[in-house]
Nanobody
Framework: VQLQASGGGLVQPGGSLRLSCAASRSIFSGIAMGWYRQVPGKQHDLVASITSGGRTDYADAVRGRFTISRDNVKSMVYLQMNSLKPEDTAVYYC???????????WGQGTQVTVSS
């Protein structure tokens, strides 16, 4: 397994979740990481990305609420999601690639459901 995501679940609006993604060391070093999400019937959307040097970028819909980070020692990437809204409900995918707009690697999805 090259990318293994975890941490999804059911949370109430306004709540928080943290997604984690464990990456194989062979693909983690020197590569950008990110998170996409997908709702049924729609395309995948890039939510957040982080370069190997730690530069981050966010979709407008989540900026200020979500924080992406990486631990280069543990080969992990995280997505801290705060102030969750029902529209954040989706399957979230961990990705890796030299260009996060065209990921080379996809992890399995983890479901995030925001509902009261």
């Amino acid at each position: 397994v090259q990318l293994q995501a975890s941490g999804g679940g059911l949370v109430q609006p306004g709540g928080s979740l943290r997604l984690s993604c464990a990456a194989s060391r062979s693909i983690f070093s020197g590569i950008a990481m990110g998170w996409y999400r997908q709702v049924p019937g729609k395309q995948h959307d890039l939510v957040a990305s982080i370069t190997s040097g730690g530069r981050t970028d966010y979709a407008d819909a989540v900026r200020g609420r979500f924080t992406i980070s990486r631990d280069n020692v543990k080969s992990m990437v995280y997505l801290q999601m705060n102030s969750l809204k029902p529209e954040d409900t989706a399957v979230y995918y961990c990705i890796a690639g030299h260009n996060t707009n065209y990921p080379q690697y996809w992890g399995q999805g983890t479901q995030v459901t925001v509902s009261s």
